[in-house]
């Protein structure tokens, strides 16, 4: 079993470094004063989760058994985040907290990490190259607060991080999940072609019969 804390350069410190944070883009509108979505009514919709990866690399069967670092292939943290309304900082748990509860399932508004989760990966000199990855399940869902003038944004959080790996070779026959089918795009393209088919031998007549010529 390989750590992937280890084997990605420590991902929990690239996910961790990203903060969550509430849209702060100033062509939002701002929350009117003394709107609260704990003690306003709240309402959500069209909640969706979409699975993302957030880092990448590529080994070679050297580097991993070394222990070396691979090449890397994608570096993008997920921040929570609450995009087209400018809410406090504060809004992000309290949001979290809502739609958990509207939704029966987890949803995390804290920068997530993926240290200590571990897989299986086989080894050795033959080993094709790999491509090593950590993922979140995104979550986002529209919201709308009963305020005067009524509030409405998206709320983007998390509910799981994973940790992966996928060989960059043609494997017709394995079953990928939607991380696995992302990373594996993420190959060289010609280590996915499929092997050449072997040539069709021709039909073998029996001993003594000649094919006919026109």
Known sequence: MSKIGFLLAVPAVVLAGACAQADATPATAPVPAGC???????????????????EAARYGAAELAAGTTGTPLLNQPFTPSITNVAAPASWLIDLGNSLARETGKPVHTDAPSAEGQSFGMASGPEQTPVVLYTGVDQVSADFEVQCHPTVRGTL????????????????????????????????????????????????????????ELN
């Open 36 to 54: 609260d979505p704990t003690a306003n009514p709240l309402t959500w919709s069209s909640t969706r989760t979409t699975p993302i990866l957030v």
């Open 156 to 211: 983007h959080a998390w509910s799981q991080t994973v940790a992966g790996g996928v060989a960059c070779e043609y494997q017709p026959d394995v079953q990928l999940d939607t991380f696995g089918r992302l990373a594996l795009q993420l190959c060289p393209p010609d280590l996915l072609t499929p092997p050449p088919s072997d040539p069709v031998e021709g039909e073998q007549l029996p001993d003594g019969i000649s094919p």
